[in-house]
């Protein structure tokens, strides 16, 4: 895919070390937006709806894509995978984590489903004037990857006004930090799942991140989530 062969990962890798988060531009074209979006109104394709004001979430709704994916999801799942590898590997040794990921997605997800984590995670979420995502973490049973991925399918501005994607950090003895990662339609953000290791002056410690999305004030605002890990 056009979009991963020109992700700067050594430049990902910095920031992700640096803040728990890294902007991954154009990954999608125009035309992958709209249609990966336009696939919301179909019946056909997904496993569940949530509705989030049903269960405390926020305001808004997202659908969990079912097997066999759409061709575009599993492309991006398999070839995202493999580079965001040996981050992950290398966050859970600094953070004592004895845990360590195979090189190839699905030999992680072999993992997972003979965990009992069958059922695949990637997502489209779908906003309306007043909609917001409450701050939250993607946590779906005993084997998690660290990281995962958000692509925005919308243009701020022009399909929808307000809506920023938001990440906190909670370190120790510390109040939490927010940051809001700007984004274009195309763009992704990878982020820390969970947790993500810090340097301190007595060696790392563990930092959690939650990440949610602001109130849309006009218009609609869709978005795939690309989670590397399945649910139970």
Not at 5 to 18: E, Q, Y
Not at 99 to 110: K, L, S
Not at 145 to 152: R, T
Request: hydrophobic letters at 40%; a positive charge.
């Amino acid at each position: 895919m056009s979009g991963v062969d020109r992700i700067d990962w050594p430049t990902v890798a910095a920031d992700l070390d640096a803040r728990g988060w890294a902007r991954l531009p154009r990954l999608l074209t125009a035309a992958q937006c709209d249609a990966t979006a336009r696939l919301y109104g179909r019946d056909a394709g997904f496993r569940s709806r949530v509705v989030m004001a049903r269960h405390g979430f926020g305001r808004g709704e997202y659908r969990y894509f079912a097997y066999p994916l759409p061709p575009l999801v599993e492309r991006l799942r398999t070839a995202l995978y493999p580079p965001l590898v040996p981050i992950a590997n290398r966050w859970h040794e600094r953070m004592a984590i004895d845990v360590r990921f195979p090189a190839e997605h699905a030999d992680f997800v072999d993992r997972c489903h003979r965990a009992g984590q069958t059922r695949p995670t990637p997502l489209l979420l779908q906003y309306g004037e007043g909609d917001y995502n409450c701050l939250h973490q993607d946590l779906y049973g005993e084997h998690v990857f660290p990281l995962q991925v958000a692509v925005l399918l919308s243009e701020p501005g022009v399909d929808f006004e307000g809506g920023e994607f938001v990440l906190t950090e909670q370190r120790p003895r510390m109040q939490s930090r927010a940051e809001v990662v700007p984004l274009r339609k195309g763009d992704a953000v990878v982020f820390a799942v969970n947790m993500r290791p810090v340097q301190g002056t007595r060696g790392d410690y563990r930092v959690k991140l939650r990440h949610g999305v602001g109130t849309v004030r006009a218009g609609h605002r869709h978005t795939l989530g690309v989670i590397f890990h399945e649910a139970a």
